[in-house]
Nanobody
Framework: QVQLVESGGGLVQAGGSLRLSCAAS????????MGWFRQAPGKEREFVAA????????QYADSVKGRFAISRDNAKNAVYLQMNNLQPEDTAVYYC?????????????????WGQGTQVTVSS
């Protein structure tokens, strides 16, 4: 079992930045592929970014490419999402997820473990 806790969300103006953190416990996150997802009101949860367990591979949704960066620190059992140039359409609850996998994992349904989420609100 892996427990995930997100933090770092908040209210920011358009063009601003936030850094989300995901702290893992229970198992070493170094064995897991990690991802970030988001869900806006009335919409389905969608993929944002993912990183392989060895940090050699990353993947991003087209909507966040060039603005968001996923990283991980296996020594700290943590994963991060740096979000720059935030826009109102980025407003959502952001979730951290983990899957016991070597490579990058994209599909929402492939992830086994989820955090409770952290709210990100971007004002125009």
């Amino acid at each position: 079992q892996v427990q995930l806790v997100e933090s770092g969300g908040g209210l920011v103006q358009a063009g601003g930045s936030l850094r989300l953190s995901c702290a893992a416990s229970g198992r070493a996150v170094s064995n897991y592929a990690m991802g970030w997802f988001r869900q806006a009101p009335g919409k389905e949860r969608e993929f944002v970014a993912a990183v392989s367990r060895s940090v050699t591979s990353t993947q991003y949704a087209d909507s966040v490419k060039g603005r968001f960066a996923i990283s991980r620190d296996n020594a700290k059992n943590a994963v991060y999402l740096q979000m720059n140039n935030l826009q109102p359409e980025d407003t959502a609850v952001y979730y951290c997820a983990a899957r016991l996998s070597l490579g990058v994992v994209v599909p929402t349904s492939d992830y086994n473990y989820w955090g409770q989420g952290t709210q990100v609100t971007v004002s125009s």
